[in-house]
């Protein structure tokens, strides 16, 4: 993707500073920095994807809804994103696609039992000797919500049209993820409370500039999956780790909440802990067995491609969250805190191999401030800072 | 343990029965007829279109709780259903 297209992007999405977040579309420019090539590029991918899915303001804007609603899905700018996604992919997540190997009875078996005998989960064993574990906690939650304050959006794709008896088994879990029709279960309405709980903006998208690369790359994996039918065993192959893994690790935040939050709304996690143990049943029983049964070891091996895709994204954004918390931890001139409407006052991006000489104090997604800007050569290379105004 | 095994039979294909703003489906257990809460204590799945599993057990469609025939019936929401009133002759 060259740097004047992610420019012409940058031109036809911008001027909505104004816009209620859900429509705030922008993305940074790379200019002539281009160890921002990759982090712009996953930022036009997230809206190439956020294009797709129905998004509204919690409360009209002054101005009326259909305005802002006319701009955003303009038909133009949905066909420039459109012509760009494939593009964007092709560099951005294809890379990280391995094939499958191996039987698929075998895999699932072995994965239980790596998953569920796995070590403590390290960021939250962080979490529990950090000096400022609310500010490290609040940046968690900022760095999850591209997917989660959307939760499902990009499986439900995966839903529509006709395969089968798997097909109701996958609808079924896209149920639980709504709610079961109760708005107020929906696990992303969970997910909104715990931001709430943190002193957090809920608005879909209000965080956006605070989005790193590796925020951003995990939650255009994902998404990436459910785009094109072809996948759907690899889809298959997400839910069968997701579900599996997010059982032990929402039960690690449930408890790390409990313990050290206990006033925090803690129910998003504590449902996953709960129904997950249920989903993982039904993607092996009713998902993964009845597809390999009806086309094969090729559609095994999709699987697997699609569980380890999953597993290796998860990995990545996870390493990176706790060596970024521990570089601003560790980081001299490091002072926590956040301003209270991150659109307002975006700065400029930065990565650490940015030529940060001369530059004023850099932010760090929720967590604070850099007042030395050069402290931030040292943090991890998918960091984004922002230069503050 | 499991239950005795009876005769149960469900009224999959019935027409919703609503009594009390509440779903309710036709269980016959042994012969006896109940109305039975149309919503699964765990996540409100349709009881109606459950399964019997091996233990005679009533399996819900939506993750797979089963539910003994006897609590379903001792259920103090289940309504059981009086045998019908001799029909006078002409």
Redesign the interface.
């Known amino acids: 993707m060259t740097c004047k297209a992610l420019a012409d992007l940058a031109g036809l999405l911008d001027g909505e500073d104004d816009a209620p977040a859900a429509f705030d579309a922008r993305i940074d420019q790379v200019g002539d920095d281009d160890s921002l090539g990759a982090f712009v590029g996953h930022q036009a991918l997230l809206r190439c994807y956020q294009a797709r899915y129905v998004v509204l303001p919690a409360q009209a804007p002054a101005g009326g809804v259909l305005a802002p609603m006319l701009r955003h899905y303009d038909e133009r700018r949905l066909a420039a994103l459109a012509d760009l996604r494939p593009r964007l992919e092709s560099e951005l997540i294809v890379p990280l696609v391995r094939p499958g190997e191996g039987d698929i009875a075998a895999y699932v078996e072995a994965m239980l039992a790596e998953i569920r005998g796995a070590p403590e989960n390290a960021f939250v064993a962080f979490l529990a000797d950090a000096d400022h574990r609310d500010h490290h906690y609040r940046n968690f939650l900022v760095q999850s919500s591209p997917d989660l304050l959307a939760e499902a959006s990009a499986s439900a794709l995966g839903i529509i049209g006709e395969y089968g008896e798997p097909q109701s088994a996958l609808f ?1 879990i896209l ?2 993820e709504f709610g ?2 109760v708005p107020a279960k929906k696990h992303s309405v969970l997910y909104r409370a715990t931001m709430k709980s943190f002193g957090l903006d809920d608005a879909y998208n209000g965080y956006w500039p605070w989005f790193d690369t590796m925020a951003l790359e995990l939650h255009n994996a994902i998404h990436w999956l459910f785009q094109n039918p072809v996948n759907i065993f690899k889809q298959v192959g997400f839910l069968l780790h997701a579900e599996t893994a997010y059982q032990r690790s929402t039960l690690a935040h449930h408890r790390y909440l409990r313990r050290f939050h206990p006033d925090a709304d803690a129910r998003y996690f504590g449902e996953h802990a709960h ?1 997950d143990l ?1 989903h993982t ?2 993607v092996i029983d009713e998902a993964v067995v009845p597809f390999t049964a009806r086309f094969g070891d090729e559609a095994g091996r999709e699987i697997i491609a699609g569980a380890e895709l999953t597993k290796a994204a998860f990995a990545r954004a996870g390493d990176h969250l706790l060596a970024l918390s521990r570089a601003f931890a560790q980081a001299p001139s490091a002072s926590y805190g956040q301003p209270a409407e991150p659109r307002a006052h975006i700065g400029r991006p930065v990565t650490p191999a940015s030529d940060l000489r001369g530059v004023g104090p850099v932010r760090v997604g929720a967590l604070g401030v850099l007042a030395d800007a050069a402290d931030f050569a040292a943090f991890p290379p998918a960091a984004i800072g922002r230069v503050a105004p | 343990m499991s239950e005795v095994r009876r005769e149960v039979w469900i009224g999959h294909d019935l027409p919703p029965i609503r009594r009390n703003g509440e779903d309710y489906f036709l269980l016959s257990v042994d012969g006896e007829l109940y109305l039975v809460p149309n919503r699964c204590p765990h996540r409100g799945g349709p009881l109606k279109f459950g399964t019997l599993n091996d233990q005679g057990e009533l399996v819900c469609p939506m993750h797979h709780n089963a539910f003994s025939i006897q609590s379903l019936i001792a259920n103090p929401a289940t309504i059981r259903l009086a045998a019908a009133p001799p029909i006078d002759k002409p």
């Open positions: 079924r149920i639980d079961y029709g129904i249920h049943r039904m």
